[in-house]
């Protein structure tokens, strides 16, 4: 008994074919969105006992390999515009953040590219805070348009949300449908500068292209994840077909088949190992989504 909708529905979606990593159980539905309106429109007439998540790019997330009883809400297929002005950008929520940086230049905008090649949404990248050494999608947030599960609408001003290290500590019950960030010019030849640097550097560090959860755990204060790691002998940890990549200890990689289960043991046994050999408990930087069980 769903409501009518102007975007879309998939109805027992195998979540391996959405997520990043190609992992994942069937999910009852899998609705996306036209617009705000239209999102609105489905949480105040949905089967109140319907349980409804939103995603992002699913580029952080581990899906139960059980599936999802309920609603995902997936905002990447419509809900991806973009809007300029001299000094702020606006973006929906789905959209891409490499789109908005690469639109951004062509704009001569200054806003977010130091944070080029993380494979998320914008609405994700402020969910989890996303950042860099010395930037944080935090530091060029100006406000956030969102709705909560009751389809009611609200803004939220920067200073009104108490944002953290890869923690955007936005309630629960609310989903992110834009975000607007301050901007300012710049030329387009210095931009590419920026990203030109930044591309050879990920390029030579981490596995792009490849099915990964990208950074898995977070850097504990004083502490770089991926040093822990390989300090604790993890390099070569490998479960199923889920890996440790080689080329960046806190990436962990799909290298054939893998199941979300190979991923989840794959995570409890680095944790056990780091606590072992550094007394360092390590924490995820990564959602989980289902029954699942990492500790």
């Known amino acids: 008994m769903l409501p009518k909708i102007r975007g879309e529905y998939v109805f027992n979606c195998k979540m391996e074919s959405v997520s990043f990593i190609g992992t994942g159980g069937v999910c009852d539905v899998v609705f996306y969105p036209k617009d705000e309106e239209d999102l609105v429109h489905f949480l105040q007439n949905k089967p109140p006992d319907l349980p409804a998540l939103c995603l992002g790019n ?5 899906i139960s390999d059980g599936g999802f009883r ?12 973009i809007e300029f002005n001299e000094n702020y950008v606006r973006s929906e929520a789905g959209a891409m953040l490499n ?3 690469a639109k951004c230049i062509e704009n001569e905008l200054s806003c977010c590219e130091r944070l080029f090649l993380i494979p998320g949404t914008i609405g994700g990248a402020v969910a989890m805070n996303a950042g860099v050494p010395d930037f944080e999608i935090s530091d060029v947030l100006i406000e956030i348009s969102c709705i909560s599960h009751k389809g009611q609408k609200f803004s939220l001003k920067r200073s009104e949300i108490d944002m953290q290290y890869r ?5 629960e019950n609310l989903i992110i ?3 607007t960030f301050e901007a300012s010019r710049r030329a387009v030849p210095a931009l590419n500068s920026i990203i030109d640097e930044i591309a050879k550097k990920r390029i030579s560090s981490q596995p792009l292209g490849q099915r990964t959860l990208g950074s898995t755990f977070k ?24 890996s440790v990549c080689n080329l960046h200890a806190n990436f962990l990689t ?8 190979d991923f989840i043991r794959l ?6 190992k780091v606590f072992e050999k550094s007394g360092i408990y390590l924490e995820e930087e990564i959602i989980f989504v289902g029954e699942i069980e990492t500790k």
């Open 99 to 101: 789109s908005v940086i």
């Open 267 to 272: 995570i409890r046994l680095i944790k056990k």
């Open 58 to 62: 699913l580029s952080n997330t581990i």
């Open 254 to 261: 799909n290298t054939g088949d893998a199941t979300s289960e």
């Open 167 to 171: 923690s955007g500590n936005i309630p």
């Open 70 to 81: 309920g609603c995902i809400i997936i905002l990447t297929r419509f809900m991806n515009d």
């Open 219 to 242: 850097n504990p204060p004083g502490h770089k994840a991926w040093q822990l790691i390989r300090e604790a002998g993890c390099s070569n940890l490998k479960i199923g077909q889920a």
């Open 177 to 179: 449908t834009s975000a």
